[in-house]
């Protein structure tokens, strides 16, 4: 991986960028990086991450563990997405 001599901020979005987002865009959805403070990161999610109900798992067993692996100096990954307004999520929660 290339992010030795990156600021945090750029390790964070390069994961993004190789790792994250081609994974999550075979699903219809994408991951924005919105700001990195200290150890904490703050995304949102969108397309048919957006309200999905496989989001949360998403987050915290692929997305999060990627970056706490590659990025130790992160210690949170906050999600920042309004999932009640998604409209169109890849897998539908059940009754929907």
């Known amino acids: 991986m290339m ?7 750029e390790k964070v979005q390069f994961l993004i960028d ?3 987002n081609p994974g999550v865009a075979e699903h219809g959805g994408f991951v924005r990086v919105l700001d990195v403070q200290g ?11 957006q309200g999905c109900g496989a989001a949360d ?7 999060e563990s990627i970056i706490k692996r590659a990025v130790p100096e992160i210690h949170h990954i906050i999600d920042v997405t309004d999932h009640s307004a998604g409209t169109n999520p890849y897998y539908r ?3 929907q």
């Open 3 to 9: 992010l030795i001599g990156r600021t945090t901020s």
């Open 18 to 20: 190789t790792e994250i």
């Open 39 to 49: 150890d904490t990161v703050y995304l949102k999610l969108g397309g048919g991450c």
């Open 57 to 63: 798992f998403t987050l915290r067993q692929g997305i």
């Open 93 to 95: 929660r059940p009754g």
